[in-house]
């Protein structure tokens, strides 16, 4: 698993490459969550995620719940289609927000 | 040219035979130290064979024990030592135990040393310099404590620790009762092999610690594992003209996965099957609290309000209700309503954590076949008549325990007799092969079209299909199956 994080004016860009699953999972919440400082801006850019158990919808939750509570913004993007129907299936899709491309996700954070 | 060359022979005479005796000198010497160093390096070489052979032993086993006494028998042999003994020690000095050369000493005698602290002597030096002691007369050398009554006079004495960095494990001492018998070449020999033994002790020391927790930690998760079965149902329960059945394959020793029949006090059948996030432990506790919180709400949880009003609110039909019995529909609701108070139970309970749970649960009334269900968030479940998939039956809401207060839709469908209601989770569909391939929805739906005797033999198809997929790659995720037929 890899993770990026660049700052592209005020929005962290945040970009994961490879599966997020119950081994990786932990590790990647650790350095997402202390973004969300107040009124935080986050893309989290997944082009690059193959494959995301739930144990990885349970780090999105997460990440969701400390961006909300600190009153900021949590963009998802390039979500793939598997990603996409287990995430519509579980209703996560009607909680967060989500873009096709890079551009997309920083458009609606700006 | 001749004549000086004659002349310095002649002349330099004396000089040339001295420095001919040096260079023998110095090849007997490089040959004798060429043979140490054979001599070395054999009696490395049978050490090591010997040592190599114990890796991944703990200290305790006999395998260990029996290669330690056979290393210093070696030791005993190579050095011409009349007598030999190797201490393991706790950092304190004291003996944890005593192995001695050529099993001269009884058990008995073994055990009355462990326990008692090198402090004095040869032994006692040796463990506080940390360094190799040689004694070459006991009688010239004060490290020497003679002690009375002593049957065997010792003059020559060899005592090397066992090092490992700072971490003294052991002191091998080797005895002879005529003076000048163990050389300085003999002394390094023995400090070598101390190295490798102490490599060998730690190793067998790691190795019992990790094996010692290792084992600690799997009674435990055999504990969890049991009281988690205890979580699912003794018995599936079987109403009159039904047959339930279900399988369970947890990936690890404990699992979120989990499914539940019972009888609801309205008369009615609950079934569960449920997938709570993420593995291990963590999932298992909430799987417990999930099981037991939709078993209790369901047969407790009271509707308030208008029953005109409640119903109308709560149409799992656009526009009506499918049961013909009123009182049915408003005791499948009431149940129901199990879900979103689970729902929220965790949600604001336990938010820090974010767990939630995909989970089915129907109820059903086993005189008419009605079904009154909630999927939150779980996989399709289908209903299979005689050609085949009939119904889907999809999420009807979010995952249970994600936020609070949302709203689950209720759906109600008719089984048919004949008709089969399968459950799974997504450890079927995600069942990985050794090339890392899903075992796909694909392949669960053409096992789902050909028609099944019973429900055990549809679920007893999938599974060998399934395992048979999976062959020898690891499984990753819990596999469950819950399987309903109206059978009249």
């Known amino acids: 698993m890899e993770i990026t994080i660049k700052n592209l004016k005020d929005i962290k860009v945040v970009k994961l490459v490879g599966d997020v699953d119950a081994s990786t999972a932990p590790s990647v919440q650790q350095q997402l969550v202390p973004l969300a400082e107040l009124n935080s801006k986050i893309l989290l850019d997944m082009t690059q995620v193959p494959y995301m158990s739930s144990a990885g919808l349970r780090m999105l939750l997460t990440l969701y719940r400390q961006t909300s509570a600190k009153d900021g913004k949590l963009v998802l993007v390039g979500l793939s289609e598997d990603l996409q129907d287990t995430m519509s299936v579980t209703g996560f899709l009607d909680f967060f927000t989500t873009g096709t491309t890079l551009e997309e996700g920083l458009a609606v954070l700006n | ?488």
């Not at chain 2, 991944?56 to 030791?75: H, I, R, W």
């Not at chain 2, 079934?271 to 099981?291: E, Q, S």
């Not at chain 2, 526009?319 to 009123?326: C, N, P, R, T, Y």
């Not at chain 2, 005689?386 to 009807?396: E, Q, Y």
């Open chain 2, 1 to 488: 040219m001749q004549t000086n060359f004659k002349g310095k022979i002649m002349g330099d005479r004396h000089p040339f035979k001295e420095q001919l005796i040096e260079e023998i000198k110095s090849l007997r010497q490089e040959v004798t130290a060429l043979k140490n160093e054979k001599a070395a390096f054999e009696v490395q070489r049978k050490l090591l064979e010997n040592l190599v052979d114990t890796e991944g032993f703990s200290v305790e086993t006999e395998v260990l024990k029996v290669s330690l006494q056979k290393t210093l028998d070696l030791a005993t042999e190579l050095t011409q030592a009349e007598k030999g003994s190797l201490f393991l020690l706790e950092p304190s000095g004291k003996i944890v135990d005593a192995i001695l050369s050529r099993s001269e000493v009884t058990p008995k005698q073994t055990a009355k040393l462990i326990g008692t602290v090198l402090d004095k002597g040869l032994a006692g030096w040796v463990i506080r310099h940390r360094q190799v002691g040689l004694i070459a007369d006991t009688e010239k050398d004060s490290r020497w404590l003679t002690l009375p009554d002593q049957p065997y006079t010792v003059r020559s004495a060899l005592a090397v620790p066992i090092l490992r960095g700072e971490k003294l494990l052991g002191i091998i001492t080797l005895l002879h009762s005529q003076p000048d018998r163990f050389s300085l070449q003999i002394a390094e020999q023995m400090r070598l092999t101390a190295d490798q033994m102490a490599l060998v002790l730690e190793n067998a020391r790691l190795y019992s610690k990790l094996d010692k927790y290792s084992k600690a930690l799997d009674a435990e998760l055999e504990t969890g594992r049991q009281i988690q079965i205890d979580f699912l149902p003794y018995e599936i329960y079987q109403p009159a003209n039904w047959q339930i059945d279900a399988r369970f394959y947890p990936a690890r020793q404990v699992s979120g996965d989990f499914y539940d029949t019972f009888f609801l006090p309205s008369d009615n059948v609950g079934l569960v099957i449920a997938d709570v996030c993420d593995k291990g432990v963590g999932a298992a506790l909430f799987m417990a609290l999930m099981r037991s919180l939709i078993r209790v709400f369901s047969s407790q949880a009271k509707l308030q309000g208008r029953t005109s009003t409640i119903l109308e609110e709560n149409q799992p039909v656009p526009g009506s209700w499918l049961g013909q019995s009123m009182l049915t529909n408003l005791s499948h609701l009431e149940a129901l309503q199990a879900v979103s108070l689970t729902n929220n139970y965790v949600a604001q309970n336990h938010w820090q954590l974010s767990m939630f749970a995909t989970l089915f649960f129907g109820v059903l009334d086993p005189v008419t076949g009605l079904l009154t269900y909630i999927n939150g968030g779980h996989e399709p479940l289908f209903i299979l008549g005689n050609s085949g998939i009939k119904n889907t039956l999809k999420a009807t809401g979010p995952a249970v325990g994600m936020m609070p207060n949302v709203k689950f839709a209720i759906k109600q469908i008719q089984l048919e007799p004949g008709d089969i209601l399968i459950g799974y989770t997504d450890g079927v569909t995600e069942g990985k092969n050794p090339d890392g391939e899903l075992f796909t929805n694909k392949r669960l739906i053409s096992l789902l079209e050909q028609p099944a005797a019973s429900v055990s033999q549809l679920l007893d198809r999938i599974k060998t299909n399934l395992f048979d997929y999976i062959a020898d790659a690891p499984q990753f995720d819990d596999i469950t199956m819950l399987a309903v037929q109206r059978v009249f």
